[in-house]
Each structure stands twice: as structure tokens, then as C-alpha cells.
């Protein structure tokens, strides 16, 4: 007679953290965060390298003062929650599942240019992390391409309610007239498709001038400035063609844009590289002395042999001065107020939402990116490469192409990321840098997993923080991102 050995359970995958106070662990199997009190500790330390049946659990429950009522329904609870299981499901609903094949789109970045009047040393679209510059195609994006791009994303957008464009170059503003026309047709026909449409576009700041200025607050259009900081770090590498620095150029174009673009928020986005790598510094200028409503930092490291590209000790110093800055965040919040330093807002954006991601970003999947010629990209910084093309906007989205990529890209292919309790945020990371670095869009960015980890765990420490002292920010958080 064959005895039946009662199911076991083992935990979940999990990252602990102390915050508040309390002590909370984030579900790597759902992108959740639970605080959790002795009782459920107890649990997760009895099955810490091994695993022991319901009723085990429920004795030792017991033995430590519950209840056997009590015991039983928080072995449940922790079930169902999902933050221990049956030893022999634990492959189940570890991975996100891959995307549909028809997801709709949400998003085109449109490339009106792969011109631009300055000459940044650390550009990837002119500098060595380009992938490919393919002689014969067009400078510029003509309207009809526009329009052709415009009339894809509505057909490709099924059952989203709302659409987005986003203008790019190059410098975008080089092609204002193009931008310009685009605005009128892209809230015609969204309107008779019955779609709503939003904006956002990527400058310089060099060639704003009164007019744009009223017409991007006219349009609510929202805007991103490239900018790194004050004159001497500005200069550095966000240089004119001739070697000259832009700060000057910029900077009263930008007090204009600031001054009376009030439709939606502007923002400043700084590359870090070497030499300009004070970050606290380069947010008190743009955010105190400039106006911008908030600020947000891209650390370069997509090549060792690049001269501009941090280093471990340089990433070193901008990840302690990131500390230094969510600190601050955190006091803002508990007081109820805005801080402005983007990369914290962004990640407590995807900590509220519980994102479980299955790709690094939207590229190739519910964006893409258009050049000026109308092929279709992953994304902005793949436009031009025909090795990475998906199409054409004129003939439609290339499935077999996209399937590849995203197939590539997906999280459960990246063996490394597996073992890493950060991947539901990160995911490997992005497929351009990884592509640069590595020679393939669907390898994890492996240069920077210590960093990802050491900031993910900055800001669900503010996550808990904020849950136990003051949960109400959160909830106006998440109402003022349209994320609840």
C-alpha cells in the first residue's frame, strides 16, 4: 500500500528590507511589496532551505502562541499571496508572460531628423555607439511620411482609448515646420477615429524661440531638454559644431520656455559621463537657479574603450549622490511635498503599479520608432540600422522581425537575470545599450546589475517608509500619475 506523502510548501522568491520601522519584503513573482509582521517572519525563516507541510507550519504557529484558527488561516493567506507555495509549483507564474502578437501600439517616436546643429562628443546618433548611418536615406521626414505614420498608429492602436507621439532628431527643432503640420493632422484624424492624442518632443533649447514656444504651450506638448548642468559642465561635451559651448545660447530660451510654456511640465534630462558627474550640483542649477520641474540623469556606460563612459568608481560616486538626492525626496514627500529628481519618481511610479516586466521598455512592442525615411525601429535609437529594422510605415510592422526581437528580449531569456530579485523593474535592461556593449539587444546588461539593485533597494526603502508615514502621499502619487 503506497502512503501518500502530504504536499509541501517552500517560499517564494523574495528581497527584505527594513523601512519605517517595519519590515516588508518585495514578491519578485508579482513586482509586489507586503509588510509583514513576526508571525509571518516566523514562516519565512522555517522555510528557509527547506520545505514542511501545512500542518508543520501550523504547529510551529501554535507553538509560538497562535492559535490553531489563527495558524491555519495565515498559512492560507501567505498561499494565496503567493509569498510561499507547494514545493512542486514553484516554476508557475514566476515569468511574465510574453506579450500577445497583435498588442497594440500606444507610441511612435517620430525622428523628424537625424540632423543637429550641435555636436555632442557622447551622441550615440553621430558619435561611436551609432549602429549605422546607411548612405541614400533622407535627412528630414517629409509630411507624407508623417502622415503615413500617424495613420499607422491609429490602425495599429486597437482598443486604446488614448495615443501618443513623441518628436525626436536629431535636434527635433530643426523640422518645426514638420512638427507643426503633424500637430494638425494627428488631432484630426485621432478625433475622427475617436482616439484621444498627447505630445512630447526632445530639444536642445538652441532653436526656441517666442513663437515655438507658444505654440508647444498652445498644443500641450510636453518637453524634454537635453541639458547637463551649468556652464562649465553644459560645455563639456554639448558643444556647436565649431567646438563652441551652448550654455549661453540656451540659457535665456530656456528662462522664455519655463516662463510661459504652462500647459504641462518641463523637464531636463542629463547625461552622465565623465568629468560631469556632480550630480547634486547639476539638479540644485536646473531645478532652483533654472525653473525645471523636474530633473532626471542617464549614467553612460554603454562602452569600456569610450573616453566619455563612466567607470565602477564613477558610477560609484553618482549612485551615492543619487542617495543623497532620494534622501531628500523622501523628506519632501513626507512633508507632502514634490521633489523633482525624475529617478525616484519613476521607479515609486512602477512600485505602486506592481510592474512585472517581461521587456525592458515598450521598444518594439507598444512603441516604436520611425526615421525619416519611415522605417520602422524598436525604438528612437535603432532608427536608421537596417540590420534592426521592422518595417516600413507605408506597407505595416514587419510580425516576423518584431517576434524575433521581443522573443530575444524577453526577461526568461536572459539566463542571468533569473537568479536576480530586481528583474521585474529592470528586465535585463536596454536593448540599445545592451546591443552596443554586447553585440545583442537580448543580452543582460550585466556592467550595471550591482547598481540596479543597490538604487531598487533605495527606493522601496521610500516605498515603506512612505506606506507606514505617510501612505496618503502615495495615494496622491498615484492619482497625479494616473496610475490609480
Not at 18 to 33: H, N, Q
Not at 190 to 212: H, M, V
Not at 398 to 405: A, E, I, S, W, Y
Amino acid at each position: 500500500m503506497t502512503v501518500m506523502q502530504a504536499p509541501t510548501y517552500r517560499r517564494a522568491e523574495y528581497h527584505g528590507f527594513d523601512a519605517g520601522g517595519s519590515e516588508f519584503v518585495y514578491l519578485v513573482s508579482a513586482g509586489a511589496i507586503f509588510e509583514i509582521d513576526t508571525h509571518v517572519r516566523m514562516v519565512l525563516d522555517r522555510l528557509d532551505g527547506q520545505e514542511l507541510t501545512h500542518a508543520a507550519l501550523v504547529r510551529e504557529l501554535v507553538a509560538e502562541g497562535s492559535t490553531a484558527q489563527e495558524a491555519d488561516g495565515l498559512v492560507r493567506e501567505l498561499r494565496q499571496a503567493r509569498l510561499i507555495h507547494l514545493g512542486h509549483a514553484m516554476p508557475v507564474a514566476e515569468a511574465p508572460q510574453a506579450p500577445p502578437a497583435d498588442f497594440p501600439l500606444q507610441a511612435l517616436v517620430l525622428n523628424v531628423t537625424n540632423q543637429c546643429n550641435l555636436a555632442c562628443t557622447y551622441c550615440y546618433e553621430f558619435g561611436a555607439d551609432k549602429i549605422a548611418t546607411p548612405a541614400g536615406k533622407p535627412k528630414y521626414m517629409t509630411l507624407e511620411t508623417a502622415m503615413a505614420s500617424v495613420d499607422l498608429l491609429i490602425a495599429e492602436a486597437i482598443g486604446r482609448k488614448s495615443v501618443h507621439i513623441t518628436f525626436f532628431g536629431g535636434e527635433t527643432l530643426m523640422n518645426f515646420k514638420l512638427l507643426r503640420d503633424v500637430v494638425a493632422y494627428a488631432n484630426e484624424a485621432t478625433n475622427a477615429a475617436g482616439k484621444d492624442i498627447t505630445y512630447s518632443l526632445t530639444t536642445n533649447a538652441t532653436l526656441l524661440t517666442p513663437e515655438i514656444v507658444t505654440f508647444l504651450s498652445d498644443n500641450r506638448i510636453g518637453v524634454t531638454v537635453s541639458m547637463d548642468g551649468p556652464p562649465e559642465l553644459q560645455d563639456k561635451h554639448r558643444v556647436f559644431k565649431n567646438g563652441k559651448g551652448s550654455y549661453a545660447v540656451i540659457e535665456p530660451r530656456l528662462r522664455t520656455l519655463i516662463a510661459h510654456h504652462k500647459t504641462r511640465a518641463i523637464t531636463a534630462r542629463v547625461t552622465l559621463t565623465e568629468g560631469v558627474t556632480d550630480v547634486v550640483r547639476i539638479f540644485r542649477h536646473l531645478k532652483d537657479d533654472l525653473g525645471f520641474h523636474e530633473v532626471g540623469f542617464a549614467p553612460v556606460t554603454t562602452g569600456e574603450t569610450r573616453a566619455y563612459s563612466l567607470d565602477g568608481n564613477g558610477m560609484d560616486s553618482v549612485l551615492a549622490q543619487f542617495n543623497s538626492l532620494a534622501d531628500e525626496w523622501l523628506e519632501y514627500a513626507l512633508r507632502g511635498e514634490s521633489h523633482g529628481f525624475t529617478n525616484v519618481s519613476e521607479t515609486i511610479s512602477e512600485l505602486i503599479s506592481g510592474v512585472n516586466k517581461s521587456h525592458p521598455c515598450g521598444a518594439g512592442l507598444g512603441l516604436m520608432g520611425v526615421s525619416p525615411s519611415g522605417d520602422l525601429s524598436p525604438c528612437h535609437r535603432f532608427t536608421d540600422a537596417d540590420t534592426h529594422s521592422m518595417g516600413h510605415v507605408s506597407s505595416g510592422i514587419d510580425r516576423v522581425k518584431q517576434g524575433d526581437f521581443l522573443a530575444k528580449g524577453h526577461v526568461q531569456a536572459k539566463y542571468d537575470c533569473q537568479s536576480c530579485w530586481a528583474r521585474p523593474l529592470c528586465a535585463g535592461g536596454c536593448h540599445h545599450e545592451a546591443f552596443v556593449r554586447y553585440g545583442d539587444t537580448g543580452h543582460a546588461n550585466l556592467h550595471y546589475c550591482d547598481w540596479i539593485r543597490q538604487w531598487t533597494d533605495t527606493c522601496l526603502r521610500i516605498y515603506g517608509v512612505l506606506s507606514v508615514r505617510n501612505p496618503g502621499f502615495l495615494e496622491r502619487f498615484a492619482e497625479r500619475k494616473g496610475l490609480s
